[in-house]
C-alpha cells in the first residue's frame, strides 16, 4: 500500500463538475492499493500518516502530527505504475476494484479522511502548504 501525502492549506475534489469533498488545511492523501495489500497494511498505513510529524510547531519547526487538522483522501492506483520499461506504464502491481476499495475505504475510514468517489475520474485541486510531499508506504 503506497500513499503520496501533501500538507494543504486547502484541497478539494470534483466529479463531473460537482464538488464532492473539500478540506481546509490538513492533508491530501492520493491512495495506491497493490496485489497482496491487506487490512492490516491498511491499518498500519492510516496509524503512520495520521502521526506523521509535518506540521509546524510553535517554533516553526515540523513537529507536529496531524491533530485536529482534516484529510482529503483520493484513490490513485497509478502510484502503483511501473515504467521502467518503455514509455507506457504498466498497471500489473495495483490491486483491482474489487479488492481495492473495500481497503481503500478501510483506510478513510481509520484516518478519518474526506474522499473522492472510488473509480471515478477525478479533479483534484489542492494549495500546498510549504514543499512537504511524502510517498509512505508499509
Do not use: W
Amino acid at each position: 500500500m503506497r500513499a503520496l501525502v501533501q500538507r494543504v492549506s486547502q484541497a478539494a475534489v470534483d466529479v463531473e463538475g460537482d464538488r464532492v469533498a473539500q478540506i481546509g488545511p490538513g492533508m491530501l492523501v492520493l491512495l495506491g492499493v497493490g496485489v497482496g495489500d491487506t487490512e492490516a497494511e491498511a491499518d498500519r498505513l492510516a496509524e503512520k500518516v495520521r502521526a506523521l510529524r509535518i506540521f509546524d510547531d510553535a517554533e516553526g519547526r515540523m513537529n507536529e502530527p496531524l491533530g485536529e487538522r482534516e484529510v482529503l483522501c483520493v484513490s490513485q492506483f497509478t502510484l502503483y505504475g511501473d515504467a521502467r520499461r518503455g514509455n507506457r506504464p504498466s498497471y500489473v502491481d495495483a490491486a483491482r476494484p474489487e479488492v481495492a476499495e473495500p481497503l481503500y475505504d478501510r483506510f478513510c475510514e481509520r484516518v478519518g479522511a474526506a474522499k473522492g468517489v472510488f473509480g471515478a475520474c477525478l479533479g483534484v485541486a489542492l494549495i500546498n502548504d510549504g514543499p512537504v510531499t511524502l510517498m509512505v508506504e508499509v
